[in-house]
């Protein structure tokens, strides 16, 4: 079974940071790009970044540019987006997701086939 696990949320506030890990399993890690997606109560869902292992590239959401990173540990089939100064227009439940290759344009984020569960984050003031 092809599987992503979500850990790492939780209740911070303003300012704060937080770690989320994606733990994939079932897939050829290499062979995927693993993007970051969040949901919003009442709002679409929104591509956050997205790192390609084909292309050794990763893509970020103008919102998010020089407060969250992703990155990937290929021998641990982990994925991680660490959220620094974080703000409460952040609170969302955060979704990894899979793509075979290469990340998409970050708006399609129907384009990812595999999804993990989601897990809250919420960040207060």
């Known amino acids: 079974e092809v599987q992503l696990v979500e850990s790492g949320g939780g209740s911070v506030q303003a300012g704060g940071s937080l770690r989320l890990s994606c733990a994939a399993s079932?897939?050829?890690?290499?062979?995927?790009?693993i993007g970051w997606i969040r949901q919003a109560p009442g709002k679409e869902r929104e591509g956050v970044s997205c790192f390609s292992n084909t292309e050794m590239r990763s893509y970020y959401l103008d919102s998010v540019k020089g407060r969250f990173t992703i990155s990937s540990d290929n021998a641990k089939n982990t994925v991680y987006l660490e959220m620094d100064n974080l703000e409460p227009e952040d609170t969302a439940i955060y979704y990894c997701a899979a793509k075979f290759r290469w990340c998409p344009v970050l708006e399609f984020t129907n384009h990812y086939t595999i999804w993990g569960q989601g897990i809250q984050v919420t960040v207060s003031s």
């Open positions: 079932g897939l050829t890690f290499d062979d995927y790009a």
